[in-house]
């Protein structure tokens, strides 16, 4: 009985991953999951269960946390000293003293990869950030994510982890989340701050930008360590899909990737399971 069990669980992801061969998917991204979120199963895979850095993906977890603590979105949060990125020195634009409601902050974290605003959205929870980063790893392990470990609400450090097959579960969470589909997907938005009319964020991830996509959930990710990370649900052929890109090398790659897989998945994979 075990033996038939295992190999029900194990097909979905051979036949994903010999299909895309025969399709001559080539992927740069070090790590990879594609996952069919309407047949809850596993498309194509490659180093899915790699323990790696996952850099800003990080701040979906943040975004849920937050959410999940119903705290007041129109409480105005202000940028303070300890909000400022010592690690990386990282560029933000909004300065010490900056306030915006929670929900601005919220929103300039998941479109944006804004720094200083997840910084804060974690500095302002009930507990202070210690019991946020313990509330984002409970949060993971509720979700199943056996292999993540969260330190910070922002991803700058390397020490947030996690695998492709665990943020396939993470992104799968976050888009049961309307406020989590609609600021991820934000192509631009603007806030007003005392010391300038209005700033202008576009949204991380090109992908949103470019009308060719439909993406439910987004989140752009970049560390030295982490290399370039991108993770989506999005439809693909009216089919619900899940696409996890980590450690992709080279400013272009993980669009690379995506677009190369939505050609395949648009070319060969579908029509492949339609034909058979």
């Known amino acids: ?124 929870y009930p507990g202070g950030m210690k019991a946020f980063v313990e509330a984002m790893n409970s949060k993971a392990f509720e979700l199943g994510m056996g292999n993540s470990y969260f330190v910070d609400s922002t991803g700058l450090s390397g020490a947030n982890v996690s695998t492709a097959r665990d943020l396939t579960k993470m992104v799968l969470a976050a888009y049961s989340y309307e406020t989590i589909r609609e600021f991820s997907t934000t192509v631009a938005h603007a806030v007003a701050l005392p010391y300038r009319k209005l700033i202008k964020f576009n949204n991380s991830n090109s992908l949103v930008r470019s009308g060719t996509w439909e993406i439910a959930v987004s989140k752009t990710g970049f560390l030295n360590e982490a290399g370039r990370c991108l993770v989506m649900y999005t439809q693909i052929t009216g089919k619900p899909i899940i696409i996890v890109l980590l450690d992709s090398f080279g400013k272009s790659a993980r669009i690379g990737d995506a677009n190369r897989i939505k050609k395949w998945l648009e070319t060969t994979y579908h029509r492949t399971i339609t034909s058979g």
């Not at 596993?42 to 943040?62: E, F, G, Q, R, W």
């Not at 990282?90 to 300039?108: A, Q, Y």
């Open 1 to 124: 009985m075990n033996k038939i069990i295992y190999a029900f669980f194990l097909m979905p992801m051979f036949i994903g991953t010999t299909l895309a061969q025969q399709g001559n998917l080539s992927l740069k991204s070090q790590a990879v999951l594609i996952f069919d979120a309407q047949q809850e199963h596993t498309i194509y895979d490659k180093k899915a269960d790699n323990v790696m850095p996952i850099a800003s993906i990080t701040k979906l977890m943040t975004a849920m946390v937050v959410l999940d603590a119903q705290l007041p979105l129109i409480e105005k949060i202000t940028i303070q000293p300890a909000d400022i990125d010592s690690l990386r020195n990282t560029h933000s634009r909004l300065l010490v003293g900056s306030s915006l409601p929670r929900e601005e902050m919220l929103r300039l974290t998941l479109m944006a990869s804004e720094n200083r605003a997840a910084a804060a959205l974690g500095r302002t």
